[in-house]
């Protein structure tokens, strides 16, 4: 059964850095495209970054400068470096990664950017 766990949420001040990580276990096969959504409660999942298992990466414009996705050394791991955080990246964060036909999701992490 797979299974994917994010860790690295918490509380930062505007301005500060978290780093989000994302660990997929329970298959034999690879992670395709390794993706980040984001959601605050009485909003749509928002669509945050993406990166294909060739490492190409995808930003939606409101982070895009800001935060960096990329994919860990160990198989099937991955993170998400958030810089200069907003207010309005407050949110809980999901990882999602496609692994042969299937996607599956994380639990989520919450992330708190106060002002």
């Known amino acids: 059964q797979v299974q994917l766990v994010e860790s690295g949420g918490g509380l930062v001040q505007a301005g500060g850095s978290l780093r989000l990580s994302c660990a997929a276990s329970?298959?034999?096969?690879?992670?395709?495209?390794m993706a980040w959504y984001r959601q605050v409660p009485g909003n749509q999942r928002e669509w945050v970054a993406s990166?294909?298992?060739?490492?190409?990466?995808y930003y939606a414009d409101s982070v895009k400068g800001r935060f960096t996705v990329s994919r860990g050394n160990a198989k099937n791991t991955g993170y998400l470096q958030m810089n200069s955080l907003k207010p309005e990246d407050t949110g809980v964060y999901y990882c999602?990664?496609?692994?042969?036909?299937?996607?599956?999701w994380g639990q989520g992490t919450q992330v708190t950017v106060s002002s």
């Open positions: 999602t990664a496609r692994i042969t036909t299937n996607t599956y």
């Open positions: 329970g298959t034999m096969f690879g992670v395709n495209t």
């Open positions: 990166i294909t298992s060739g490492g190409s990466t």
